[in-house]
């Protein structure tokens, strides 16, 4: 058997993606074989090539075949792969729920089914653009793709409250990508490359406007990637999109942002993850980790509760910083990468399990949502199971991860590392608690006759839950080998 | 658009020594100006001062820009940044309510101003103390020195179309979402005839238009070994239209739906094609084989120019044009 070659594999996952959303703009037809199909296309296409990464391991691609300084580098990582890995996962799913979900769609609402696919689409190739990209202006473009694609599908949604939280999504991306670009320029004006390799050889970590540069790159993410505090804007888009515009964003967009700083942090600007920039990423992390947990809790909409969610998950991911700080980054590096993984598939099955909870219920208050019982039921299994992930209960790929982290925080005596994450986990604990709790000993009664409730808005959720839950063993597993199942990129 | 580091930008004043005065008046006049423009911009109390001064300060951007010789981002500076922002803002101040449009502003708390200005300020001045510092080095040596087999003799356009032209895709690809973007917000906006009280509007644009497209096929050749290309070209096309649109024109009938949509495709789809029909035939993605380069990047320019054209156009419209009444143009 030989399956395409890397290279191969790396063009069709970029350009796939805008091409069949540029065919389905154009036709103004939207022949659902075709876009699942194009869907489907981009899954094996990734699955092809986690198998050659796990075989081959990391390998660059000159694009136009010029060298480095000049031309842009893609370079495939096992991280990246994960990531790219994922999102095919996530935008499968999402495909097939968004064709179920905006079928039943009434009146002058069609025009949404209309647009999602394209929008889908452009995210999905900026999302897999970004995981390959190695280059700082290259990663600005592909950042742009991402955010655009996400504040016009957040708008989608027509009510008044998603036109407003898109409109600050757009103010505080747009934020985030001037100062990722003043901090490239920085750079660049400093060392005349963008490539990550040649920039990890040249940089001086103790240049002062090199430090600028990577602070106004930093600044840039975290705005971008929804840390306390620059997270303002990310309850109102998440919680008030579409239910499968929400599973995208919060589970694949953020986690991107929150990817590159992982690529630039463990990368070109390794050398600068000092003490002082160590803790000060992770006392933000704590921030965003009790204050998201804290709100979370007291939320009465299911969505926002889960958008909260959101904030304080990353927070736990913003740990991985401090405890990279002396030792060995490789495990904090992969468990930082199954972090999102973790994250991203459980988040959005939680989010499109949500959207048919609602649906179902005629309700966004949890109070008077359904129980556990008709269709509901596996919307709701996909809850629980979700939630196993994201409090990190083993075997799930969450477990796999905290148990990382956690074995790093103990061997280097960070116990107050460690006593945040058991809180973050306790509140992850406590907020997913009281909505099962709520919903399932107390359900309402929903509305008759009960909305019809297609296996589309039901499997999706599901299957990306279960994948959370079986894929630990796996990622555990393949740590207990003693091989890194993350290597640092070349260079670093 | 934003272009990627360009070769020509660094080193501005290097190389001939210390400037003439009169050059320096010149600059010290620029910025001068520049500036109250920009505070004008901000505070003018009056909604279509503040626009006007908004154009203004695009204008003189782009002088900057030739000062700091850099044409092609003057260029595109000159036709985005104050022709086509300044019409969409002026359309929006004539679809503003008329009580509104001459309104005065609410004045800005002072309290709220203070912490604002201190970090504007405090910021400006460490970025410009690192600023003065940086060696700014550039690509400009690598990216002559691999000129020959660039297919193009212009440096810009090489390092937009040829050595990073998969950024270019990717900004193509940034302006076609914006289009689909505002589109699926709701319907043109601009369907109602705009009320321009210029009766000789519509007779000097049937004179001009055909100026317009014929300047944007000569930047679009120019492009190859000068300042020029898709993007300034697509920009000048761009205000032809609005300008047509202004003076009362209306997309045809027989342009709406799938030909204006695959019009605005166009661009992305020609730079898909020849990137992944090079993956195909030589192997690498986006390698131009050097006997065919030039033709190659010229597909893609004539087609990204005509896109570019349209996708400026079809912002100005605010949404997808429906079947309304009124004939061609």
Same mark, same amino acid.
């Given at each position: 058997?030989?399956?395409?070659?890397? *290279?191969?594999?790396v063009?069709?996952?970029?350009?796939?993606?805008?091409?069949?959303?540029?065919?389905?703009?154009?036709?103004?037809?939207?022949?659902?074989?075709?876009?699942?199909?194009?869907?489907?296309?981009?899954? #094996?296409?990734?699955?092809?090539?986690? #198998?050659?990464?796990?075989?081959?391991?990391?390998?660059?691609?000159?694009?136009?075949?010029?060298?480095?300084?000049?031309?842009?580098?893609?370079?495939? &990582?096992?991280?990246?792969?994960?990531m790219?890995?994922?999102?095919?996962l996530?935008?499968?799913?999402?495909?097939?729920y968004?064709?179920g979900?905006?079928?039943?769609?009434?009146?002058?609402?069609?025009?949404?089914?209309?647009v #999602?696919?394209?929008?889908?689409?452009?995210?999905?190739?900026?999302?897999?653009?970004? /995981?390959? *990209?190695?280059?700082?202006?290259?990663?600005?473009?592909?950042?742009?793709?991402?955010?655009?694609?996400?504040?016009?599908?957040?708008?989608?949604?027509?009510?008044?409250?998603?036109?407003?939280?898109?409109?600050?999504?757009?103010?505080?991306?747009?934020?985030?990508?001037?100062?990722? %670009?003043?901090?490239?320029?920085?750079?660049?004006?400093?060392?005349? !490359?963008?490539? /990550?390799?040649?920039?990890?050889?040249?940089?001086? !970590?103790?240049?002062?406007?090199?430090?600028?540069?990577?602070v *106004?790159?930093?600044?840039?993410?975290?705005a971008k990637?929804?840390? #306390?505090?620059?997270?303002?804007?990310?309850?109102?888009?998440?919680?008030?999109?579409?239910?499968?515009?929400?599973?995208?964003?919060?589970?694949?967009?953020?986690?991107?942002?929150?990817?590159?700083?992982l690529?630039?942090?463990?990368?070109?600007l390794?050398?600068? %993850?000092?003490?002082?920039?160590g803790?000060?990423?992770?006392?933000l992390?704590?921030?965003?980790?009790?204050?998201?947990? !804290?709100?979370?809790?007291?939320?009465r909409?299911?969505?926002?509760?889960?958008?909260?969610? &959101?904030?304080?998950?990353?927070?736990?991911?913003?740990?991985?910083?401090?405890?990279?700080?002396?030792?060995?980054?490789?495990?904090?590096?992969?468990?930082? &990468?199954?972090?999102?993984?973790?994250?991203?598939?459980?988040?959005?099955?939680?989010?499109?399990?949500?959207?048919?909870?609602?649906?179902?219920?005629?309700?966004?208050?949890?109070g008077?949502?359904?129980?556990?019982?008709?269709?509901?039921?596996?919307?709701?299994?996909?809850?629980? %199971?979700?939630?196993a992930?994201?409090?990190?209960?083993?075997?799930?790929?969450?477990?796999?991860?905290?148990?990382?982290?956690?074995?790093?925080?103990?061997?280097?005596?960070?116990?107050?590392?460690?006593?945040?994450?058991?809180?973050?986990?306790?509140?992850?604990?406590?907020?997913?608690?009281?909505?099962?709790?709520?919903?399932?000993?107390?359900?309402?009664?929903?509305?008759?006759?009960?909305?019809?409730?297609?296996?589309?808005?039901? !499997?999706?959720?599901?299957?990306?839950?279960?994948?959370?839950?079986?894929s630990?063993?796996?990622?555990?597993?393949f740590?207990?080998?003693?091989? &890194?199942?993350?290597?640092?990129?070349?260079?670093? | 658009?934003?272009?990627?580091?360009?070769?020509?930008?660094?080193?501005?004043?290097?190389?001939?020594?210390?400037?003439?005065?009169?050059?320096i008046?010149?600059?010290?006049?620029?910025?001068?100006?520049m500036?109250?423009?920009?505070?004008?911009?901000?505070?003018?109390?009056?909604?279509?001062?503040?626009?006007?001064?908004?154009?203004?300060?695009?204008?003189?951007?782009?002088?900057?820009?030739?000062?700091?010789?850099?044409?092609?981002?003057?260029l595109?500076? $000159?036709?985005?940044?104050?022709?086509?922002?300044?019409?969409?803002?002026? =359309?929006?101040?004539?679809?503003?309510?008329?009580?509104?449009?001459?309104?005065?502003?609410?004045?800005?708390?002072?309290?709220?101003?203070?912490?604002?200005?201190?970090?504007?300020?405090?910021?400006?001045?460490?970025?410009?103390?690192?600023?003065?510092?940086?060696?700014?080095?550039?690509?400009?040596?690598?990216?002559?020195?691999?000129?020959?087999? $660039?297919?193009?003799?212009?440096?810009?356009?090489?390092?937009?179309?040829?050595?990073? =032209?998969?950024?270019?895709?990717?900004?193509?690809?940034?302006?076609?979402? =914006?289009v689909?973007?505002l589109?699926?917000?709701?319907?043109?906006?601009? $369907?109602?005839?705009?009320?321009?009280?210029?009766?000789?509007?519509?007779?000097?644009?049937?004179?001009?238009?055909?100026?317009?497209?014929?300047?944007?096929?000569?930047?679009?050749?120019?492009?190859?070994?000068?300042?020029?290309? $898709?993007?300034?070209?697509?920009?000048?096309?761009?205000?032809?239209?609005?300008?047509?649109?202004?003076?009362?024109?209306?997309?045809?009938?027989?342009?709406r739906?799938?030909?204006?949509?695959?019009?605005?495709?166009?661009?992305?789809?020609?730079?898909?094609?020849?990137?992944?029909?090079?993956?195909?035939?030589?192997?690498?993605?986006f390698?131009?084989?050097?006997?065919?380069?030039?033709?190659?990047?010229?597909?893609?320019?004539?087609?990204?120019?005509?896109?570019?054209?349209?996708?400026?156009?079809?912002?100005?419209?605010?949404?997808?044009?429906?079947?309304?009444?009124?004939?061609?143009?």
């Amino acid at each position: 058997m030989s399956l395409p070659s890397t *290279a191969m594999l790396v063009v069709i996952l970029v350009t796939l993606p805008l091409a069949a959303a540029t065919l389905l703009f154009a036709s103004g037809r939207q022949p659902r074989t075709l876009t699942l199909a194009a869907a489907l296309l981009l899954t #094996f296409a990734a699955l092809a090539l986690g #198998f050659n990464v796990h075989l081959e391991g990391v390998s660059v691609h000159r694009i136009g075949g010029w060298a480095a300084p000049l031309g842009i580098h893609w370079q495939v &990582t096992p991280s990246g792969t994960v990531m790219l890995l994922v999102t095919a996962l996530v935008g499968l799913a999402g495909a097939v729920y968004g064709a179920g979900y905006f079928l039943h769609r009434p009146g002058p609402e069609g025009r949404m089914a209309r647009v #999602f696919m394209p929008l889908w689409l452009f995210a999905w190739g900026g999302l897999n653009a970004l /995981f390959v *990209a190695a280059d700082l202006f290259n990663l600005y473009v592909a950042l742009e793709v991402m955010t655009l694609a996400s504040v016009a599908l957040v708008a989608l949604s027509a009510r008044r409250m998603a036109l407003q939280a898109a409109m600050r999504y757009l103010l505080a991306g747009l934020f985030g990508s001037m100062i990722y %670009l003043l901090g490239v320029a920085l750079l660049y004006g400093q060392y005349g !490359v963008l490539d /990550f390799d040649a920039l990890a050889a040249m940089l001086d !970590v103790e240049d002062a406007g090199s430090r600028a540069g990577a602070v *106004a790159l930093t600044v840039g993410l975290l705005a971008k990637a929804a840390i #306390f505090p620059l997270h303002f804007w990310l309850p109102g888009a998440h919680g008030r999109a579409e239910p499968p515009v929400s599973a995208l964003l919060s589970g694949l967009v953020v986690a991107a942002a929150f990817y590159l700083l992982l690529r630039l942090w463990f990368g070109p600007l390794a050398g600068m %993850l000092t003490f002082g920039a160590g803790t000060l990423l992770g006392v933000l992390g704590a921030g965003a980790l009790l204050w998201g947990g !804290v709100l979370a809790l007291l939320q009465r909409r299911l969505k926002m509760l889960v958008a909260y969610s &959101t904030v304080s998950q990353f927070g736990f991911a913003m740990l991985v910083f401090p405890l990279a700080i002396s030792g060995n980054r490789e495990p904090v590096l992969a468990g930082g &990468t199954l972090l999102l993984a973790n994250h991203a598939l459980a988040k959005a099955a939680l989010f499109l399990a949500a959207g048919t909870l609602v649906r179902a219920s005629g309700s966004e208050r949890i109070g008077q949502l359904v129980g556990f019982s008709g269709r509901a039921r596996w919307a709701w299994l996909a809850v629980i %199971l979700a939630s196993a992930a994201l409090i990190g209960l083993p075997p799930t790929l969450g477990f796999s991860a905290k148990w990382l982290l956690l074995q790093t925080a103990v061997s280097q005596g960070a116990w107050w590392w460690l006593g945040i994450m058991l809180a973050g986990t306790l509140l992850t604990f406590a907020y997913l608690g009281r909505l099962l709790e709520l919903a399932l000993l107390d359900p309402a009664p929903g509305p008759s006759p009960p909305p019809v409730l297609t296996p589309a808005l039901l !499997v999706p959720a599901l299957l990306l839950a279960l994948l959370a839950c079986a894929s630990g063993v796996w990622a555990f597993d393949f740590e207990l080998d003693g091989e &890194t199942f993350v290597r640092l990129e070349p260079g670093s | 658009m934003r272009a990627p580091p360009s070769p020509t930008a660094s080193d501005p004043g290097n190389g001939d020594g210390l400037m003439h005065p009169v050059e320096i008046t010149f600059d010290a006049l620029l910025l001068f100006s520049m500036v109250v423009l920009a505070w004008q911009g901000v505070h003018a109390r009056n909604m279509f001062r503040a626009v006007v001064s908004f154009i203004m300060f695009g204008l003189l951007t782009a002088v900057a820009w030739v000062r700091l010789e850099a044409p092609d981002i003057a260029l595109a500076e $000159a036709s985005l940044g104050a022709g086509l922002t300044g019409a969409l803002l002026l =359309a929006t101040l004539g679809r503003l309510a008329p009580e509104r449009r001459g309104a005065r502003r609410p004045k800005v708390v002072k309290l709220s101003t203070l912490p604002w200005l201190t970090m504007g300020l405090a910021g400006t001045t460490v970025l410009l103390a690192v600023t003065l510092t940086l060696p700014a080095p550039g690509l400009g040596e690598a990216v002559l020195a691999a000129m020959p087999a $660039a297919g193009v003799d212009s440096p810009v356009t090489a390092v937009l179309l040829n050595f990073r =032209a998969w950024d270019t895709l990717l900004e193509i690809g940034v302006m076609l979402l =914006a289009v689909i973007a505002l589109w699926s917000l709701g319907q043109d906006v601009l $369907a109602s005839k705009p009320r321009l009280p210029a009766p000789a509007l519509p007779a000097l644009v049937r004179l001009l238009f055909p100026l317009f497209v014929l300047s944007t096929f000569y930047l679009l050749w120019r492009g190859g070994h000068g300042p020029g290309g $898709a993007f300034p070209a697509g920009a000048l096309l761009a205000a032809g239209l609005v300008l047509a649109l202004l003076a009362g024109a209306q997309v045809p009938e027989r342009m709406r739906g799938a030909p204006l949509r695959w019009a605005l495709g166009a661009g992305l789809f020609a730079f898909l094609v020849v990137a992944v029909g090079l993956m195909w035939a030589v192997g690498t993605f986006f390698a131009y084989p050097p006997q065919h380069a030039s033709i190659l990047i010229a597909i893609i320019e004539i087609a990204a120019g005509l896109s570019i054209g349209v996708m400026l156009t079809a912002l100005f419209l605010g949404g997808e044009p429906t079947d309304i009444k009124g004939g061609g143009k």
